[in-house]
């Protein structure tokens, strides 16, 4: 059977990886350039923090790399959602199961196999990404922020097995390639955005740290903000919170209405008045527990997905 | 000797649609068994029930002594052929060849190469640019390569121009010569598969309405035509399978149980196919609704 989806696959694997070559390369190169930059910056103007918009790297390779967020969902869609379909569809299974092979052991095998190619591959382009990011996140500290988390670590890995399990699933249940397409496509981004968004945000209870208004606080490093707002004197959030509150056209409170000609002075004006700033976080710390968390929640996923598609086998006719 | 096909009220429901009801046959080790009856009757069903490829509804089925399952050393006995001849478009035969001989214990891979450098069938061009007749060639010759103890085809025929046809039968024919392969072909035309066939199962609106040696149902069955007149003594002494009745004359195809005595009938021996005609009307009230009897009747009347 490891033959058999070998011969069946071996194409689609050589492409993979030729993809993967010219992104590696593509990478390697603009990365070291990077790297170069950094290391200059580090030994000059970071020492009189005077870089200004230091640019790492041209924006046409940022983009590149901020599509790799595509690899698992394309792996999911490409070879997940066609691996069950495409033979339902085409009448093929007829032939491969009624040679001496259960159907079990059939769909295990290839399940087994696809998912660790996509793991795999998504693995080697998330560690090259890592690592070309590495400067960046350095200087501007946002490893933790959304678009950044979903394509370094071992995050990209989860969503790949996620992601082909879903495209099996969905494959298995429509026994159409492109309504497996469709859906993988749709649930994947729909499930991601969940996550991403909204889920992640309370993986471990975020920390809260009041401030005063005149010396806002920036945690250490690279932080995932929860939420940030302004509270009063008795301790509740004045109405309308965020981040440009005083300079949004919010209601000031009464007292400081005076200073409203003076816009620096508002600031100082509502600390005196007891307001304090808040800041909800994730700190740096827990970047690896975070990665940790939302892979193994993604591969959860795909277990129960997988554990569908093999009752989906037993339970219908071919 | 155990049949190698037995089943016993075998059916098989899809949601609200019946495609096999009650059905009960057999057939012996080494026959060759057309399955014949209108589109729909339910031939596809019985032989992917018997593949183990779908699941009964009710009943149950014997194959080779034990019921169709998803076992490696049942799946081994057992080579099939679906209608559309599911090959991998873009695999070659020798491909074919190759993932045959991972997933089989008794592959035979040299027996395909032969046949196919026989049939001037090229090894190592994708097949979905072979024609409809290698296709069928290279399937039946890879299915055959398993080395199976039951052969089932459905409408392997269907796809081919004649002279593909005669190939492929003869092809099978040859397959069974060795007396230990039994093959189970259906078709919508029992003309087609006449010549090799030495067993035959009819199935008309999902049930069966005929199963057996070629040789005993063509000596048990007779058309009686004579002018018009009342069948009720016929009816008492044979069964009737079908009448048709012109003006002047009556036509009776029966199952006899004797002989014919009355001498007012001209007595015939039918062919298979006159047979098959006659039974395939018969639905699930036992006469008269199907489209095959409309169709026969109008024939009928114009004689």
Redesign the interface.
Known sequence: ?T??TW??YRNQGALAAALLAALTVVLLITGLHAAQVWHSALAGCMKHNSCGNLSLSNTAFTTLVAATSAVPLLAGMFWGAPMVAHELE??????A?????????WLAVRTGWLLLAAAVLAGAVSALVTWWMGPDHALNADAFKTNRFDITGIAPVGYAIFAMALGICAGMLLRRTVPALAVTLAGFAGIRELFALWLRLHYMTPVTVYYTLTAPFTPKGSYLAVSQGIVGPNGQPPVGTGNNYVFNGEPIPAVCQTAIQHPASIASCMAAHGYRGYLTYQPASRFWAFQGIETGIFVVLAAVLLGVTFWVLKRR?? | MTPVIETSGLTKRYRRVTALSDCTVSVPEGRISALVGPNGAGKTTLL?LL?????PTAGRAAVLGAAPR????Y??E???L?Q?I????R?TAQ?HI???A????RWNGESVRDRLAGLKIPLDRPAGTLSGGQRAQL?LA?TLA?RPRLLLLDEPLAALDPLARRDFLAALAEAAAGGDLTIVLSSHLIADIERVCDHLILLAGSRVQLCGDTETLLAEHRILAGPRKDTTAIARAHVIVREDTTARQTTLLVRLNGPVIDPAWAVEEPDLEEIVLGYMGQDEAGHGAGHGEARLSAVGEDR
């Open positions: 059977m033959w058999v011969r069946q085409t009448g093929t299974n007829q032939f199961w009624t040679q001496s092979v259960t159907r079990r052991h006719d071919a | 992917r593949a183990g490829l779908a699941a998803q076992d490696p050393a799946l081994a057992i080579g099939f679906a559309e599911p090959l991998y478009r695999l491909d190759g993932i045959g991972h997933l089989n214990p399937a890879l398993k």
